[in-house]
């Protein structure tokens, strides 16, 4: 080493021309940018979207007014107290802080989407300051909608000032909170037996899984575990389930739907079928019988109301503005891409895929049908017709939503790979093929607790269980699915609790 040189002069005797060459060159180059995925809600589509995404190449960012994700099956079960609300929620801050790439949460709503700038107007949730609510734009590249739906009253007057709905984990604890008040305002003594007979008497409208199990969850509450804590009040108890169909459960099979009817009336829940609510006060429901007209005044102490679902207005006025207006629900393609509008994805609850007329990719490819005679082409576009006809849309179930988020998910991982090498269907009206497979929907099966730890399955293959094994069948499917071990636990825990102590009866 020269005498000059100090120890770690090493780096200036061997440097050729810039010591500093190498820095400036790094420093030179581009920056990748990321891609901007804003994802729009927190249910079973958008949480699937986000645990299955393992791209880091997009700069992810999420928006909802509900910072965790709720295991919704489930919440019949926490209006009565057989599961607790903590046991069925998962942070959502818990579920991206796994992710080894940048999201970013922002509890706020969403009012309105700008696909011409792409930006997403938001609002906070909070009141920040008098002045009012805090607003601000996220942009995106690539927009998923997963904002659920919200409960379809059918305009019916008085259903939302008066009646409780099972869409949230607050209106589960809101509906537990109502049962208790109920019992303790009954039991006043100041209190009629007349009057009794109304505050205690808890209607359900609608017949189908979420109102048949909440009936069946509450009746087992108030006569396994309220009549030991207000043994006086048993007798005014009354639980009555409407349905303006023929039959409850009439999406399942008819040994399942026939199980369930029976299996209430043993039990005293009176099902009133072919009834039509037209108008919800304070203290009764007015029904309109379909068979003969006549209308019926029903006195009432707590209503629930599960009639199925409906568009959010956001995504009313988001469908008319790209010219879906006249449809009921927001219309995607296969690939769930938002029909009109470029880089977005609506899945889950708030969109239903348009399925690709048969008769239309048909009359596309043609070639072989105009070598037929014109006896046989008519034959063939009335089969195609008859099956285009047949062509249902998918159930707003958990499981649709769940299967749409992970499905869009690979499509977002593999991209790059797809640009370069399609795997989809061949393009009908244009060359070349679809970037991605389309997305393919598979019914994995149905669950109905029916109370009296009673489930009814109906599973792929035409196989129906009905009984005590196929609860505990339910018990261990719904434990599996469970978003984290934390609310296994929780759940399983709550589930035990249940066996050996009771329900909780308070209100907290």
């Not at 010591?19 to 581009?30: E, I, K, L, N």
């Not at 709905?165 to 209106?171: C, I, P, R, S, W």
């Not at 919800?280 to 379909?290: G, N, Y």
């Amino acid at each position: 080493m020269h005498p000059l040189l100090p120890s770690g002069g090493g780096l200036v005797a061997y440097s050729d021309v810039r010591p500093f060459g190498s820095v400036y060159a790094d420093a030179a180059q581009p920056t990748i940018k990321k891609k901007k995925v804003v994802v729009l809600g927190t249910g079973w589509a958008g949480t699937s979207f986000l645990k299955n995404l393992k791209d880091p190449s997009f700069d992810v960012q999420v928006v909802s007014p509900c910072n965790y994700f709720a295991f919704t099956p489930l919440l019949p079960s926490v209006t009565c107290g057989t599961v607790e609300a903590r046991s069925v929620v998962e942070p959502i801050r818990n579920i991206v802080k796994k992710k080894n790439f940048n999201v970013q949460f922002k509890e706020a709503e969403c009012f309105k989407i700008d696909t011409t700038k792409q930006k997403v107007h938001c609002r906070s949730i909070q009141n920040i300051n008098i002045g009012g609510k805090e607003e601000f734009t996220v942009d995106y590249d690539y927009l998923v909608i997963a904002m659920g739906a919200r409960a379809n009253t059918f305009n019916t007057p008085g259903v939302v000032e008066n009646a409780h709905f099972l869409k949230e984990v607050e209106d589960a604890q809101r509906i537990r909170r109502s049962i208790i008040d109920c019992f303790e305002r009954a039991s006043l003594p100041s209190v009629s037996d007349e009057e009794r007979k109304k505050i205690l008497h808890f209607v359900v409208v609608g017949g189908g899984p979420t109102g048949v199990e909440f009936a069946a969850e509450l009746h087992d509450f108030l006569h396994e575990d309220l009549i030991y804590l207000y043994p006086d009040l048993e007798q005014h108890i009354s639980i009555t389930l409407l349905e303006a169909g023929d039959h409850i459960l009439n999406m399942f099979d008819k040994r399942i739907t026939a199980f369930a009817e029976e299996k209430f009336q043993r039990d005293g829940i009176k099902v009133q079928t072919g009834s039509m609510v037209v108008k919800v006060s304070d203290k009764s429901i007015t029904l309109k019988e379909r068979s003969s007209g006549e209308t019926k005044v029903l006195p009432y102490g707590m209503v629930v109301w599960s009639t199925g679902i409906g568009t959010r207005p956001v995504i009313m006025d988001f469908m008319k503005q790209i010219g879906q207006g006249n449809r009921r629900v927001m219309a995607t393609d296969e690939w769930l891409r938002v029909e009109g509008v470029p880089n977005v994805y609506a899945l889950g609850d708030c969109a239903t895929i348009n399925q690709r007329k048969v008769m239309l990719l048909q009359s596309d490819r043609g070639d072989a049908a105009k070598q037929a005679t014109r006896l046989d082409i008519e034959k063939f576009k009335s089969a195609l017709s008859e099956v285009d006809h047949k062509m249902k849309s998918l159930p707003p179930t958990a499981q649709v939503a769940a299967q749409q988020g992970e499905y869009l998910a690979q499509c977002f991982n593999r991209m790059k790979e797809c640009d370069e090498n399609p795997e989809g269907p061949i393009r009908f009206r244009d060359s070349g093929r679809h970037r991605f497979k389309p997305f393919r929907y598979k019914h994995l099966g149905q669950f109905a607790p029916l109370g009296g730890e009673q489930t009814a399955a109906q599973l792929p293959g035409d196989w129906v269980s009905i009984g005590h094994s196929t609860q505990w069948l339910w018990y261990s499917v719904y434990a599996s699915k469970l978003v984290s071990w934390r609310t296994r636990f929780l759940v399983i825990g709550d589930w035990g609790r249940r066996f050996i102590f009771g329900r909780d009866s308070s209100r907290i």
